[in-house]
């Protein structure tokens, strides 16, 4: 199974389920106590593996962007364990991840 992110501004990822997974449970936790937070966490309980942030408003859509751009490596990086098989191919879908929401982010501006 596969995930697939909109992030606006013509970009898209697309990827494995584990690394959507991963971003999803990213947001929630950083977006802790936000209605929004609540939205992602139904979608990756629902096992939906679609998460669109261009639809929302903007404000919100820069915010995201700019936490995935910015630390989502880094999370990846702190969380994923060491000896995990494949852990430096996992960080570079995340950096993947993060390359599509600066593009985002770029395109905004």
């Known amino acids: 199974m596969a995930g697939?992110?909109?992030?606006g501004g013509g970009e898209r990822w697309d990827?494995?389920?584990w690394v959507f997974n991963f971003v999803m449970s990213y947001l929630v936790t950083a977006l802790d106590g936000e209605p929004i937070a609540e939205e992602i966490r139904e979608i990756d309980e629902e096992n939906v593996g679609f998460l669109n942030i261009g639809e929302?408003?903007?404000a919100?859509?820069?915010r995201i962007l700019t936490m995935i751009h910015e630390s989502l490596v880094a999370d990846g990086d702190a969380r994923l364990p060491?000896?995990?098989p494949g852990r430096a191919g996992g960080i570079g879908q995340l950096q993947e991840v993060a390359d599509s929401a600066g593009s985002a982010l770029?395109?905004?501006r």
């Open 60 to 62: 919100m859509r820069i």
């Open 15 to 17: 990827g494995p389920q």
């Open 56 to 58: 929302l408003d903007t």
């Open 106 to 108: 770029r395109s905004d």
């Open 82 to 84: 060491e000896d995990l």
């Open 4 to 7: 697939t992110i909109e992030f």
